[in-house]
Each structure stands twice: as C-alpha cells, then as structure tokens.
C-alpha cells in the first residue's frame, strides 16, 4: 500500500509543478502590462520602466517563476494592481463564501444521491427505479445557472422566501449567511446529485450480482443489511470517484452560480480580475482552484485505500 | 480486413430490430433529430428576423403572433432559440471533433506502444484534468478574448483527454485478442494494426462517448455564453439569452424560462440518445439492466 500512495502522491506533486508552469506561461504570454496599468495612460516611459524594475517584472523569465511560485509556498501571492491589497487577503476573504457554498452543494449532493441510488438499485426495473432514474436523466441535463434562475424566480421572487442575491456577510449571524447559500446550494447540487445517484445505482447493481452478495444472503442476512453494509460499500469506489470529481466541478460551478446570485465569492472575483486585467488575482485563483482539485484528486486515491483493502496489497 | 468482435452473432438486421425496441434511443434519436431539424429550418426561415429590434414589442409575454414571448429589444425568442440552435450544435460539434480528432490517435499511440510513451500520455491527461473546464475557458478567453470560436477552442481542449483515455482503455482490451496476434503474424505493422482492427473496434465505445461529450459540450457552451466568455451579441446563443434574461426575471420569467427549456430538451435527448446507443452497441451493457 505503501508504493501505491507513494505512487499517487509523486504523480500529484508532478501534476501541480506542470500545472504551476502552464499557469505562469499562460499570464506570461497575457497582453497588458502590470506597471502601465497601476501607473495609468498618462505614466511616461520611464516610470513604467522603473515600476517594472521594482516590481522585479523585468527579471529573468526562470527567476520569476521561481520567485512565484516561493511566494505561493509561503501564502504571498502578490498584491493585487487594481484593489492594491495583498492577494492573499481577498482570496481569504472570498473563500469564506465559496468554500462553504461548495461544502454545503456536494453535501446535499450526496445526501441526496446515496438514498435514492440505493432506493433505485433494490427496486431494479420496477416503477419506483423508472421515475427516479428518469428524474435524474432530466437532472443530468439541466444547466445549473438557469435552474438557479428558476429558483429564484419560485423562491425569492414568488414565495418570498429567501434572499434573490448578496450575501450579507457572515458577521451578520450565521443563520442569515446560511439563508443566502440555500439557493445557491441548491442549485449546484441537484443535478450533480443526479450524476451521483445514476452512479451509485448502476455501481450498487453491478455489486448486488455478484456471489458473496447471494452467499450474505443465503446465510440469511436481511437484505436491507446486505444492501447497506456489504453492497453499498463496495459499490463505493465509482461512487468516490465520481464525488472527487464533483467537488472540482463544484469548486469551478461556483464561479458561475456566484454570479447568478451575486455572492463575493471566489468566482465573482476572478471575472472582476479578468475585465480589470488584474492578472496576479486571475493566475492566483486558478492556481489555487487547481491545487485544490489535485489534493481532491490525490485524498479520493488514498481513500480508496481505506475503502477497498484489496488495493492495500497492490502496488 | 477488418473483423467485427463487439456483435459477434449479430447482422446489421438484428441492431436495427434492438434499436427500434430500445425506447431510450428512440426518443433520444427523434428529439436529436428535431432539434437540428430546426437548427437546419433557421437558416431559411424563422418566425420572426432576429436581426431586427421591435422596440414597440419588446418584452411580450407569450401569445400566438410570439409563442414563447420578446425579448427586451422586441426580438422573438422562438425565432432567437431557434438561430441559437445553431451555435450550439456547431460548437458541440466541432468540440467533439477536436477532443476525437487529437485524442483517439493519442490513446490508440499510448496503446499501441505502451511503457513511456504511455505514461507520458497519462500524466498530460491528469494535468488537462486538473484544470476545471471552466477554469481553463476562462484562461483562454482572458488570453484570446471571448467569442464562439475560442468557446470551441476551449471546450475542444477538455474533450482531448476524455478521449484519449477512452481509446487507449478501449485499444489496451484489444491488443491481447488472438486476432490482433494473427495480424502481427501476418507482418502487419503497429499503425496498420490500429488503423485496420483496432480502432473498428472500439469505433462504438468512441460513438458512445462521442454523444456524451456532445451534450456536455452544450451545457458548457451555454455556461460561457452566460457569463459573456462565448458567443458575442447579436448573434443568438442560449447562454446569452439566459444572462439577458436574468434582470428581467421579475417582469419577464418567459426570456429566461423557454431558451433554459431548449438547452434541457437538447441535453437531455443526446443524453438518451447516447444511454440507448450503449445499451445496444455493448452486450455487457445489456445484461447488466
């Protein structure tokens, strides 16, 4: 077991060095330069050329990089051109809203999936299994900013209920922070649950055919216990994966959703950097999103381990 | 030659007799075909021309001279959703085409020659992976300005790997087989191999994925014209008139409400249809239902 995650953890490392290099190339090859852009159209020549030389822009291109990503080691991403505040600050301050929208979205997600992909797995081909795996079908096709939209339209507009947008902070009290994610949550994750729950099912169908599961039953285990203890995980693997997957997903889906409802998240952010050519916020996003999603990646390979003792043996 | 081992027993007779059975890709295949049907009709005829602003109708709501109401420039949404066929399909399409063209070979190479190239080939996957397809548009449109084409770039970028693993999972499951041994007896070559037996054969697995990605790629095409990364106005795009919509949705639901609809019914008839396509080009599918 010990080589296999050691496997996965070179891979990962390996991973987010490449992916650091196509980040970085990526900004570097971005038109617009910094200094011109904090100095302004009226800046001659030379104090453009003087901002460059303290901003260290005119380095060579392996320093720079260097120096980058040693910041990013130690959380100093840079000061943003455009709020002249350290980038670090604004990431800290938005992520407080997108990471909670995340966590709350993938765990309505599976709180949703896990039950009815089980519920459609037993009752295979019966009536119950039709209707709910023809609800995910539709839920697998529906874009999440225009069910937001709907959402917003039935619950804010219509009922009344909730906030239609903003975010008023989590200084206000939990409890009206919460109220403004509900929608949002909602949104990103229903048709994630429906991805999740055709998963399971077909995961938990293709487990309850094989022996040990007729031997469980035959000595005369209940099914619901079968189903549960013995099927559900081993059907667990696909259904991890695809949970790893979806938290990336999640992660980039709140970029669009923050901007259907107008939460300073994380998305709203980096669409303000990109129109302000704020280039440090954008390439420290991205980096951050994408780190993220390979420690995702790496914690859903070594929960596998734990999850399924055959691979502990392997390499 | 080339040798068929998915439908061992099977006549082309006998996967048409299971495809008009298999209610999934009879409804997937009848809505796909109506929408680009209607994709096809908008280049010759539309209710209304979505060129012209109407300012005196703007923000009708549904009636019979407009079904599915105006848009805030008086605009006829039925006619706009249907130019918005269009853009869709072609950047689905040509999406698809870019992952196919660029990651089938790349997979069946991956295949074919095993040890370093392979491992090459899949630690790029993990790196394209690790970037979230939305990420990764929103880089290459800050880089290259948004617009369909880089929509297309963009989305065409995430399908490259997807296929590529699907072709070199499919192609690795292949090799073995007895008469990929007899081919090689016979003198043939790595390439010639891919071309003539291997890639046949997982010719359906590729359909399969290919229709998946398809609706996908809409769904991503609509999520970048949202938020102003894909097609430019004026020209139609469903995304687009969802983000027009989204300030009005209290005084006109119907802008946000029927081009949302189109974009669902669409995704949702290229997903059955892909369902009902793997059930019947895989046996192993069939049985497991």
């Avoid at chain 2, 370093?116 to 899949?122: F, G, N, P, S, V």
Wanted: charged share 15%; net charge positive; no cysteine.
């Amino acid at each position: 077991m010990t080589a296999y995650l050691l496997k996965r953890l070179i891979i990962a490392a390996l991973t987010l060095v490449l992916a650091s290099m196509v980040v970085f190339a990526v900004m570097e090859v971005l038109p617009g330069d910094p200094a011109r852009l904090m100095l302004g159209l009226n800046a001659s020549a030379e104090q453009v050329e003087a901002l460059r030389n303290q901003m260290g822009l005119n380095a060579p291109l392996m320093l720079r990089y260097l120096h980058w990503v040693g910041g990013l080691l130690n959380l100093d991403f840079g000061r943003s051109y455009t709020y002249s505040v350290p980038v670090i600050d604004l990431v800290r301050e938005r992520i407080a809203v997108s990471l909670p929208l995340a966590l709350i979205a993938l765990a309505l997600s599976t709180i949703i999936a896990i039950p009815v992909g089980v519920f459609s797995a037993s009752r295979q081909g019966r009536a119950g299994d039709t209707l709910a795996m023809g609800a995910a079908q539709l839920g697998v096709a529906v874009p999440n900013f225009w069910f937001a939209l709907m959402l917003i339209y039935l619950f804010a507009v219509w009922l009344r209920l909730v906030p239609a947008g903003g975010f008023p902070g989590w200084g206000a009290g939990i409890w009206p922070a919460l109220k403004s994610l509900i929608l949002p949550a909602i949104a990103l994750a229903l048709p994630q649950a429906a991805i999740l729950g055709r998963v399971a099912r077909s995961a938990l169908i293709e487990v309850l055919n094989e022996d040990y599961i007729r031997t469980a039953r035959a000595k005369g285990l209940p099914y619901r216990a079968v189903l549960w203890r013995h099927a559900l995980r081993n059907a667990m693997i696909p259904v991890l994966t695809i949970l790893g997957l979806q938290f990336a997903f999640l992660l980039a889906g709140t970029i669009i959703i923050e901007n259907v409802f107008y939460l300073p998240g994380l998305g709203r952010l980096i669409f303000q950097a990109i129109t302000q050519r704020d280039l440090i916020v954008v390439e420290s996003i991205v980096m951050l999103l994408v780190a993220a999603v390979i420690l995702i990646n790496l914690l859903v390979d070594f929960s596998y381990a734990i999850v399924d003792p055959r691979l502990r043996g392997r390499q | 030659m080339t040798m068929r081992i998915d439908l061992p027993e099977e006549t082309i007779a006998g996967v048409l007799a299971k495809a008009l059975g298999n209610r999934s890709f009879l409804v997937g295949l009848i809505i796909t075909l109506l929408i680009v049907a209607v994709a096809l009709v908008s280049f010759v005829w539309t209710p209304y021309d979505v060129t012209k602003l109407v300012i005196a109708d703007k923000t009708q709501p549904p009636s019979w001279a407009h079904w599915f109401g105006t848009d805030h420039f008086g605009r006829d949404i039925l006619s706009m959703i249907m130019v918005g066929a269009r853009n869709s399909i072609a950047v689905a399409l040509v999406a698809v085409g870019i992952g196919m063209g660029i990651g089938v070979p790349l997979g069946a190479f991956a295949a074919a020659r095993g040890g370093l190239a392979d491992e090459a080939l899949m630690r790029v996957n993990d790196l394209v992976f690790a970037f979230p397809a939305l990420l990764s548009a929103i880089m290459i449109t800050a880089i290259f300005g948004p617009g369909a084409v880089n929509a297309i770039i963009a989305i065409g970028i995430f399908n490259i790997p997807v296929f590529a693993r699907v072709a070199r999972a499919g192609a690795l499951a292949i090799w073995p087989r007895e008469f990929i041994l007899a081919a090689r007896a016979a003198g043939k070559g790595m390439t010639r191999i891919t071309v003539e037996h291997i890639l046949p054969n997982i010719a359906t697995l590729l359909l399969v994925q290919g229709t998946i990605q398809f609706a996908l790629g809409i769904l991503a095409e609509a999520g970048l014209s949202y938020v102003g990364l894909g097609a430019q106005p004026p020209m139609p795009s469903w995304g687009r008139m969802l983000f027009d919509a989204q300030t009005r949705m209290v005084t006109a639901p119907w802008m946000a409400i029927f081009p949302g609809m189109a974009i669902v019914v669409t995704v949702l008839g290229l997903n059955l249809l892909g369902d009902g396509l793997a059930d019947i080009l895989d046996p192993k599918s069939r049985r497991r239902r």
